[in-house]
């Protein structure tokens, strides 16, 4: 009785076949990830805009404290204050102290920076400033943080 097997070279082709198909998966995983990454962070600068928006909105409609967690556990609040400016850095700080999303590329650190002092974009960050009136958002998404992959938002507090 003759037993059939696999010859040498046809279990060579499968495993060149195999090692093909895995090389490309692994670069298509790669760039899919990368997409990922982008698109989560476009989305965190969006909702963190919405949230700052709506958290502000509370002032102006009679609340006397907004923002009211603290991403490290426990209360956090912020007084609605007296003055636009005052709602602008209360809202900065809020932001940074309440907002508790993750930088897509270094998952052990949050994603919202507060800075009082000149502004900036670098990846994987939200940056909330304030000046005046006014609250700021950038984000950035690549490295160099160019115009055509960073985004800006400014809220603008009565």
Known sequence: MKQKSFTLI????????????AAVGVNTFSGFQEKTKIAVMKTHHDNVVKIITSEL????????HFFSTSKYGGNYKVQCGT?????????????YNSIAF??????SEFTIWEV??????EKGKVIVSSSGNEV????????????SNRKLDIIVTD
Do not use: H
């Open 10 to 21: 046809e279990l060579l082709v499968v495993v060149a076949i195999i090692g093909i198909l």
């Open 57 to 64: 909105m509370k002032c102006q409609l009679g609340e006397t």
């Open 83 to 95: 003055t636009p400016e005052w709602r602008a850095a209360s809202a900065r700080n809020g932001a």
């Open 102 to 107: 993750k930088n897509p590329w270094k998952t």
């Open 116 to 121: 009082t002092t000149k502004p900036y974009f």
């Open 136 to 147: 700021s958002v950038r984000s950035c998404w690549a490295d160099g943080c160019d115009s």
